[in-house]
């Protein structure tokens, strides 16, 4: 699989800007092009109060947000080096992102998030939580703080209790060999010792299939999944964790558990949903 096409939704806000700075790392390196989409939604007054609707606030909103995509980049200069199409769309900023995913032909969707401390960064993680739990293609979920480096250590969290003939791998193939970067396969069971020959032959499996890179499988013991995937990543220099909580049985435990809401809104490092 090659990456062709990155979607990053922004408001321009520290956060948003900051994935649109990895994603520009990606596209570089893939020679991908860039859209960059502001979703909007203006506030309109109760059904009942009487009220005029003036279709210049729409107008002036979009030449607002045209003019500050024109000054992108000054600041963010990488801008200049791939393809980039600027996009203002009216609709809520997640109906924006799947409405585009939907009509264009998206291969991955970069966007910035944060810890949550109040109401109001609640939202922020959340509308990333819904883009990657809604979404048809990977969601790259991009900490404020992180600076864009180099990827050489990606952790997959795989279940081996779910034999998958089509784990939908390509992309985190498609990055682990761009970057050369070392595969650590992480299976989390609260009875890891007592793993079964077809989990162990399951295991093989994997790294087979990423046998021209260097790869490890780890058996974590731990009876919450989040609890042993963060222990492992606090431990080793991971630059990308790997959840595919769209696919497989096991993994809508993280989804409906809230644990991958959690690791969005907390994640420390960028964190792929596929």
């Not at 990155?6 to 860039?34: E, Q």
């Not at 200049?80 to 609709?91: I, L, N, P, S």
């Not at 992102?97 to 291969?107: A, F, L």
Request: glycine share 2%.
């Amino acid at each position: 699989m090659h990456i062709n096409n990155i979607l990053v939704p922004i408001d321009f806000s520290d956060c948003s800007l900051n994935a649109l700075r990895y994603a520009l790392i990606l596209a570089k390196d893939f020679k991908a092009s860039i859209t960059v989409i502001n979703g909007y939604k203006i506030p309109m007054p109760a059904a009942d109060i009487n009220y005029t609707f003036d279709p210049s606030i729409f107008d002036d909103y979009e030449k607002e947000m045209r003019d500050k995509f024109a000054l992108l980049p000054q600041n963010m200069p990488e801008l200049t080096m791939v393809e980039v199409r600027y996009k203002v769309k009216m609709a809520f900023p997640v109906e924006a992102i799947e409405q585009e995913i939907n009509n264009q032909n998206v291969d991955l969707v970069v966007m910035g998030t944060k810890g949550a401390t109040n109401l109001a960064e609640v939202a922020i993680g959340s509308n990333t939580f819904h883009v990657a739990k809604r979404s048809t293609c990977p969601v790259l979920a991009i900490p404020e703080n992180i600076a864009s480096r180099k990827i050489n250590n990606m952790a997959i969290a795989v279940d081996l209790n779910e034999r998958e003939e089509d784990w939908p791998l390509n992309m985190v193939m498609a990055i682990a060999r761009q970057f050369n970067a070392t595969v650590h396969f992480l299976h989390v069971d609260d009875k890891p010792s007592e793993i079964s020959y077809d989990q162990a032959w399951e295991a093989l499996a994997f790294k087979k299939e990423f046998e021209d890179l260097e790869n490890q499988f780890h058996f974590i013991e731990s009876k919450n999944i989040e609890s042993g995937l963060e222990e492992y990543l606090s431990t080793h220099d991971i630059d990308m964790l790997v959840l595919m909580p769209k696919k497989h049985s096991f993994f809508e435990r993280l989804f409906k558990g809230s644990v991958t809401r959690k690791m969005i809104l907390h994640t420390k490092i960028p964190l792929l949903t596929i």
